[in-house]
């Protein structure tokens, strides 16, 4: 277990798998006491173990995040058992791609509800205790798609600037009080990441692409600045993607 995140408590959302995975992992291995929150209760558990023998706390609750319940039950759960947050990374997301033509207003509904209202509702819940504190840290796991948009991504770019705009917006009201926001803006990650909704395992692209540790990485970059710096944004691409 390492000292710079000693003491702190995490939240990171869509953490079952993939960058959600590795940056629960990452956090821990850095000190910090991690609640994981996803839609499976399974692979949580899994994860929690692991946390456990590293030497920090792990608490795992399922949760639909897109739902104000849940996310009042994240709340309470994570309260109960740490009594504060200091640390929110915003990473439940999914996405479908394809031209506009494709998608319909259930797929609209999906991205938009899983990107940015799960962003907005964990985000209302656990910033008044930060703001309260005067110090705590609000990650986005955004995308370079919500920062340049791009073919066949209309309805996943829509929902990763209007993360990226939230973000911002949301620096302007908690700087001054002593609360960090961080972007990550990401390009291509190997992970199971739309997988049957616009990538296949068989891409041979996949391989090229950057791995969920380094996203992880930026993560732990954004939250361990000294006390006067803030990273607003982060981006990443792999080699193989232009920018």
Known sequence: MGELLKGKVA???????????ATALTLGQAGAHVVATAR???ELDALVERLDRSGVQGLAVAADLTREEDVG?????????FG??????NNAGVGKYGPLSSLTAADYDWMMNTNMRSSFLCTSAFLPGMLERNEGWIVFVASVA????LPHET???ASKFAQVGFAQALDYETRERGVKVSVVAPGGVHTDFAIGTGRTKDDPHLTEMMDAQDVAEAVLFAVTQP???RVFLIGL???SEPL
């Not at 504060?84 to 990374?89: E, R, S, Y």
């Not at 919500?146 to 948009?149: A, H, I």
């Open 146 to 149: 919500g920062l340049k948009g």
């Open 73 to 81: 039950r994240l709340k309470t759960a994570a309260l109960d058992r």
């Open 155 to 157: 309805v996943y770019c």
């Open 84 to 89: 504060q947050v200091d640390i929110l990374v």
């Open 40 to 42: 499976t209760a399974q």
């Open 227 to 229: 006390e006067k710096v």
């Open 237 to 239: 691409r792999p080699m």
């Open 11 to 21: 939240i990171v959302t869509g953490a079952s798998r993939g960058i959600g995975e």
